[in-house]
């Protein structure tokens, strides 16, 4: 079952990543193009997910849409990995003054819920899509930093590690050899289950105004703009939050057959 699951996850997640490649050819019409005469236009034939209050195409804002989601994700896991296992490698090889002081920024960051932090790092920046990978890496680092450093406190007593420091290797060449390619597997799962987090995230902040600003299409926008019409139009808002769903689905399915792959212990 859980390697069935795990298929159903990768399946999905390719087809969004199709999806975001791909979206000037599979669009079916400009997601910017508006008709008026036919806003709040029910699904036909002719438009599969219906139009929204400016007459715009929502499957083709859908499509569009699924960049913003994946470029986000990707944005923000690829620097907060980046970053935190490079503080978190710092922390754990040197240890000392290095490692308390790292570690009291973390949990003042921690002390924080991340999206309010997130929320709160947007209102003084503004609105806009670097803002936002901007903010959420600010917050998504931390998990990253202390995974790699537990990773490194439990490996740096292995005698092949021992060896390597009797032998003469300095920090960069432990950090880079011997305690990040060994810690790869929990680093993995964490940025497979971020993702999904950040993609949230990035819709919560949409859906607030503070994310994409329109008329560029966002997963989250489109939910705030359809919220007035939930009774008369519910097709404006029942799309995007289905496919937001099945995407956050499918990167947690994902990581999930990762995680016990990776990490044979877990599926104990």
């Known amino acids: 079952m859980k390697r069935l699951n795990f298929r159903i996850g990768l399946f999905l997640l390719f087809l969004f990543l199709l999806l ?36 715009r195409d929502i499957l083709s804002r859908i499509v569009y849409g699924s960049r913003i989601s994946l470029l986000v994700g990707l944005a923000v896991i690829s620097v907060s990995a980046s970053v935190g296992m490079i503080i978190g490698s710092v922390a754990g090889t040197i240890g000392g003054k290095v490692d308390e002081f790292i570690m009291r920024i973390i949990d003042i960051v921690l002390a924080f819920p991340g999206i309010l932090l997130a929320i709160s790092i947007m209102a003084v920046l503004g609105p806009g899509l670097f803002n936002v990978v901007f903010a959420l890496c600010l917050t998504g680092w ?37 305690y990040l390619p060994n810690a790869s597997a929990p680093l993995i799962i964490e940025a497979a289950f971020g993702m999904a987090g ?9 859906f607030l105004g503070l994310g994409v ?56």
């Open 142 to 178: 931390v998990s990253f930093a202390r995974i790699t450093r537990g990773q490194i406190l439990t490996l740096r007593e292995r005698e092949y590690v021992l060896a390597a420091h009797a032998s003469g290797a300095g920090t960069a060449r432990l950090i880079f050899c011997h």
């Open 213 to 268: 600003q329109p008329p560029q299409p966002s997963w989250g926008a489109m939910l705030n703009e359809g919220r007035p019409f939930l009774l008369i139009a519910p097709h404006l808002t029942t799309f995007p939050g289905l496919c937001l769903m099945l995407l956050v689905l499918a990167i947690n399915l994902t990581g999930d057959g990762l995680r016990d792959k990776l990490d044979p212990k877990s599926a104990l």
């Open 198 to 206: 950040v993609i949230v995230a990035e819709a919560g902040l949409s």
């Open 20 to 55: 975001a490649l791909f979206a000037p050819m599979l669009a079916p019409e400009d997601p910017y193009s508006q008709n008026l005469l036919f806003g709040l236009a029910p699904p036909d034939a002719g438009h599969l997910m219906g139009r929204d209050l400016l007459g």
